[in-house]
C-alpha cells in the first residue's frame, strides 16, 4: 500500500510537471512566433538552405497542418512543417524547420539512435494500441490470473523503452539545428538564444513524457509483484 501511495504521490508531481512543460512550450513557441528572424526567411527557406548544406536532396518540405505538428517521416522522407513554421519568417519557425532537418540529417548519416528508434516504431505501434484494452483486463484478472498484467507490463516496457531511446535523438536534432543556424548566419545573437531557449522547452516535454512512462511502468510491477506474493 505504501509503494501505492509514493507511486499516486510522483505520478501527481509528474502529470503536474509535464503540465507546465506544455504550457510552456506553448508560450515560448508563440513569443519567438512574434520575433523576427533577422535572416527574414521563412519556416521552409531556412529547411531548404539546412537541407542544400548537407547536400540532402532526396527530401521533400512540405507544409502540414495544426499546430505545433511539425515532424520528420524517415520512410517518406518528407519534412512536414505546420502552417505557422511553413510560412512564418520568425525565430520559432527557423527553430522548429532546423529541428526537423536535424533528423534529416541524422537520417542521411544513419545516426545510431534514430536507427534504433526507427526499428522500435513497428513494435512500439502494436504494444501501443495493446495497452489500453490490456490494462483494464489487467487489473479485473490481477487476483486470478496476474499473468496478464506481466503481458501488460511488457508492453508499457516496449513504449517506455522508445520514450527514452527518443530523448537522444530529439537532443542531438536540436543540437544539429542551432549549430547550424550559428554557423549559417541565419541565427545569431539574440535569435540565436531564442531559438535556443524555444527548443529547450521543446526538448523537456519527451523528458516529462519519458519520466512519466517510466513511473507507469514501475507502478505496474509492483502491481504484479504484489499480486504474485499473495
Request: net charge positive; glycine share 6%.
Amino acid at each position: 500500500m505504501g509503494a501505492y501511495y509514493g507511486y499516486m504521490i510522483v505520478a501527481g508531481i509528474l502529470s503536474l510537471v509535464g503540465a507546465f512543460v506544455s504550457r510552456r512550450l506553448k508560450s515560448k513557441f508563440q513569443h519567438y512566433s512574434q520575433v523576427r528572424l533577422n535572416a527574414g526567411l521563412s519556416g521552409r527557406e531556412v529547411a531548404e538552405q539546412m537541407l542544400r548544406h548537407y547536400g540532402i536532396t532526396d527530401v521533400k518540405i512540405v507544409e502540414g497542418q495544426g499546430f505545433l505538428t511539425d515532424h520528420y517521416n524517415p520512410v517518406s522522407k518528407k519534412v512536414s512543417l505546420s502552417p505557422g513554421v511553413y510560412r512564418g519568417e520568425s525565430v520559432a519557425s527557423a527553430a522548429v524547420a532546423a529541428h526537423e532537418c536535424g533528423h534529416a540529417v541524422q537520417h542521411a548519416q544513419a545516426y545510431s539512435m534514430l536507427q534504433v528508434r526507427s526499428a522500435l516504431v513497428p513494435v512500439v505501434n502494436v504494444s501501443a494500441r495493446a495497452q489500453q484494452f490490456l490494462l483494464i483486463i489487467a487489473f479485473l484478472t490481477l487476483s486470478t490470473m496476474p499473468s496478464i498484467m506481466l503481458v501488460t507490463i511488457i508492453a508499457f516496457a516496449v513504449t517506455t523503452l522508445f520514450s527514452f531511446v527518443t530523448l537522444p535523438v530529439e537532443f542531438d536534432a536540436s543540437k544539429r539545428a542551432l549549430a547550424w543556424l550559428d554557423r549559417s548566419g541565419v541565427a545569431q545573437g539574440q535569435n540565436y538564444e531564442g531559438a535556443k531557449d524555444a527548443l529547450w522547452w521543446a526538448a523537456m516535454t519527451y523528458v516529462a513524457s519519458a519520466l512519466s512512462a517510466l513511473v507507469m511502468l514501475l507502478y505496474l510491477v509492483l502491481r504484479y509483484s504484489a499480486a504474485s506474493r499473495n
